[in-house]
């Protein structure tokens, strides 16, 4: 966790955004579905689960793919977030 701000997440948001770096395409864009799916957080609570997402996307760590308001998401540069 080099990348300046990730050590400064909470656990879940990190794993959530872990989660969608490992579903996501060459591109960066992932489905909400598969990161829901994914192992590092299908365990989290469904509230827990949506709160941090959202928490994410607040913070410009990803954002809606372009065409879609929810489903399709974009990761954005990591190293932007310091």
Do not use: W
Request: aromatic residues 8%; proline residues 2%; without cysteine.
């Amino acid at each position: 966790e080099k990348n300046e701000g990730l050590h400064t997440l909470p656990q879940t948001e990190r794993d959530i955004l872990y989660a969608a770096t490992d579903v996501a395409g060459e591109d960066g864009e992932f489905v909400a579905h598969d990161l829901a799916r994914h192992t590092l957080a299908r365990d989290i609570s469904h509230a827990t689960y949506h709160r941090a997402f959202k928490s994410l996307l607040g913070k410009g760590f990803m954002k809606p793919a372009r065409g879609f308001k929810t489903r399709n998401y974009v990761l954005q540069e990591v190293q932007a977030h310091g």
